[in-house]
């Protein structure tokens, strides 16, 4: 688990780290609705817009393991973008 300075640590990586994901999801958000437009008029979908909604998911998923302490491993500003299987 670590010692106290790791496990008070996560309040501000929290706050941080979920400042950004939740403006990144607002994006998301935004993309998705595009995505969903360019399926229905042109019949295709924009695999950058995948990319990048696989990237969040990998993000969000590595930010709610640290808040609940199944992990360790710091979210993201505080390490790399963990990169998808995209």
């Known amino acids: 688990?670590?010692?106290k300075k790791?496990?008070?640590m996560r309040i501000p990586i929290f706050i941080v780290s979920g400042v950004i994901l939740k403006v990144w999801g607002f994006f998301i958000l935004i993309f998705a609705l595009v995505?969903?437009?360019l399926i229905f008029l042109e019949k295709k979908k924009e695999e950058e817009f995948s990319r990048?909604?696989?990237l969040f998911g990998e993000?969000?998923?590595c930010f709610i393991r640290y808040i609940?302490?199944?992990s360790e491993e710091k979210p993201f500003p505080f390490s790399g973008l963990k990169k998808g299987k995209r």
């Open 59 to 61: 993000q969000l998923y």
């Open 68 to 70: 609940t302490f199944i």
């Open 52 to 54: 990048m909604f696989n």
């Open 1 to 3: 688990m670590g010692n």
């Open 6 to 8: 790791e496990i008070w």
């Open 35 to 37: 995505q969903f437009i």
